[in-house]
């Protein structure tokens, strides 16, 4: 499975795997992702979350995710803090999108519609994580065997 979230040509947040379909500063997402995730070892800890759900469900979510948010490197958080002539902002990233697989997976392997994977691990800051529920999912057929729609 090659998926990697990022900007699209388009300008949404969506699965830049393909690099044709990716905006410019996304065109090597997926290539540097996959470098990454290369070179964890068994023991890392540190700055990933574990997913409790199995990879057949993890990988129908991932494909299910909608390309229909606009993407934002920073997005807009919705926080009380917030100027009020910003208004409600749909603006996801590769964090919301990532979080959103982890958390919906987790919601289908357990059953829990509030279950969430643990975001306490990560030392990094996450612009973006905090807006996981803004992204949408498909219900493909693959997903709706999954118990995912």
Not at 75 to 92: F, K, T
Not at 94 to 99: I, L
Request: net charge negative; with cysteine.
């Amino acid at each position: 499975m090659n998926l990697s979230y990022g900007k699209l040509s388009d300008g949404n947040m969506g699965n830049v795997g393909d690099r044709n379909q990716a905006a410019d500063v996304s065109k090597t997402t997926a290539a540097s992702d996959a470098a990454h995730w290369k070179s964890l070892g068994a023991d890392t800890v540190e700055n990933i979350s574990k997913i409790d759900a199995p990879d057949d469900v993890v990988a129908a979510v991932a494909r299910a995710v909608s390309e229909n948010n606009p993407y934002a490197m920073v997005p807009i958080a919705d926080d009380n803090g917030r100027p009020a002539d910003i208004g409600q902002s749909n603006e996801v990233n590769s964090n919301s999108a990532g979080f959103a697989v982890g958390d919906k997976a987790e919601q289908i392997a357990t059953g829990n519609p509030d279950a969430q994977v643990d975001r306490q691990p990560f030392e990094l800051a996450l612009p973006g994580a905090g807006e996981s529920r803004r992204v949408q999912f498909k219900c493909t057929g693959e997903l709706k065997s999954a118990g995912g729609c």
